[in-house]
């Protein structure tokens, strides 16, 4: 390669250069006042390699190596240009080590002016990154492989009152747990309440916040959160929306009493109430769904109240016909309390749950609340019996109105018909007549 520079040094067309020289120390610096060329930037290029052994300092023999490498071949004007492009950026690098280095500078000096000979300014770079082609965005289809609705395949939850649980599994149950309680927890949706304290030195609670999360699920919802609270039952999530484009939907039934969210990839509906100073709570959802539940979790509505946590109504109305407070003062009689849940037209277990509340409470409120849960089951499972699955008693009210415990059992067989009696009456009768003919005939013939 040194020979290849020699004989460059001495073409002819350096023969006719003129050459202007100035002083500068020991150093000289040749400004050629031809036109550079390729041949001109590698004679440079070799006294830079030379310079570099000796001013180790600079660093620029790299670059000089790279250019040399890409230019073995012939290139096109781009090419060409991107070679020296290359050049100059590596050259600039090196700036802060060689700014004392002539090799450096005219390397600068010379690649700048053989890339105005090419032209380069007008020559577009190559992309190093050549873009890709978009590709549309995924777009997820909202199916969640849920039973949509096929016959007898949906299950309701309730809470209301003191409160009394519906589950699943459509068993009844009067529970205590105070603070806050997971309803529902699956792959979907998360339902949580807290209940308070009715009565100082009561076990009885009522719900006093439900919190709804409607889990993120691509192509159908982002994460949505419902919070209402005593006081509070906004017809909107807690980001300000009503609905999602195809999945939610809130509709507000009556201001500030009654709303219904609407998961439809889900198939699930929800009603939330408030009645006096308390909420309910009733939802209607696929058994599929309901299956997804943790099996370790404490969901009230898929296991039912923990032991320790029910209470058992039937002993908490007791025979006596009135529940005296703290203070001695009658809460509510039960004969009061029976005729009100009576006319509210509350039947069934709800009958129950509507006296145990009244006569522990005194909270005529919950004769509605216990209506309005009986109504919510009958929309939401239209079809479904209303007794549940329980071993619990129905109270009944008499004529005489008297309390009476009524069982799911069959009548006692001790109803005695009149033709019965007849048959009895008639048949001593005869036995009497009988006996005393056989006398008459035993004493004639002991005369």
Known sequence: MLARAYRAATASEFLSARTAWKGMGRRRFCSLAVRPSHIVLHIIILTTLINTVLCSECKVRKCSDEYSSRIENNLSAAEQCAALRAYKECADRTAHGCRGDLNYHSIVTLTSDLMKDNNCSNVSPPNPHPQQPTRPPVKHVCNSNLNNGRRGSYRHCGLFGDPHLRTFDDKFETCKVAGAWPLIDNTYIAVQVTNVPLVEGSRATATDKI??????????????????QTGNLPAAFVDGTTRTERSLLIKEIVAGE????????????????????????????????VNTSKKDGLELCVKGCPTRERIDSMDVIPSPNEIRDNSGGIVMSKQSAIAKCSEANVTAIYFNSCVFDLITTGDVNFTMAARKALMDFKQLLPNASIQPRTTSPVLQKPKNKTVTVVYNTAPPRTTISRTFLVSVVLLVHCSVSLLANWRTHFVALLI
């Open 258 to 289: 009654h709303i219904e969210i609407v998961a439809k990839y889900i198939s699930t509906k929800i009603v939330v109430r408030q009645v006096g100073r308390y909420l309910t709570f009733a939802i209607r959802m696929p058994s599929d769904l």
């Open 211 to 228: 919190t709804v999360i409607f889990k993120d699920f691509p192509g159908c919802v982002q994460q949505k959160l419902y919070q209402a």
